[in-house]
């Protein structure tokens, strides 16, 4: 049985981001007993963010226009859910650090493949920089922590 656990090298750092979940499929998928995930439905604040959405683009014509979410609100799903709804051929997601462009195509892929739907993807960093070990198993995107070093290891 495969469990999650806190890695304890930078080698091993990205098992980090695999939750219960990803380690229930693997067992189920070791184990020959693998199902497919479940698609997930929008919450409450997600389904009126999307029919605003439809309204003010397919209904109004507005070719311009901005989500607006807190932290932790299921943006990346609404934005999955949008291109769905949209049939959006191509899909360009602009986040500002390496972790977010982890979350959005986990979020996407998960929903595409729940959905029976295949997903080719590319990503674009501008940062050539991998996330910073502190040493204690955590990371931290470039330029940021309580260090005092930029990313380029400089006293600021």
Aim: charged share 30%.
């Amino acid at each position: 049985m495969v469990t999650a656990t806190a890695p304890r090298s930078a080698a091993t750092r990205d098992w980090q981001d695999l939750d219960q979940e990803f380690y229930d499929r693997l067992n189920a998928l070791a184990e020959n007993k693998f199902k497919p995930a479940e698609p997930r439905t929008p919450r409450p604040h997600q389904a009126k963010a999307i029919e605003a959405a439809v309204e003010y683009f397919l209904e109004e014509g507005n070719r311009r226009g901005k989500l607006s979410h807190p932290c932790a609100s299921g943006k990346s799903l609404t934005g999955h859910w949008l291109a769905d709804r949209f049939d959006a051929k191509t899909v360009l997601i602009a986040v500002p650090s390496l972790s977010l462009v982890r979350q959005a195509l986990k979020d996407y892929l998960r929903e595409a493949y729940a959905n029976g739907k295949d997903a080719n993807w590319i990503a674009v960093c501008s940062d050539d920089l991998k996330e910073l070990d502190d040493g204690d198993g955590s990371s931290r995107e470039p330029g940021s922590g309580p260090s005092g070093r930029d990313h380029r290891g400089n006293s600021s």
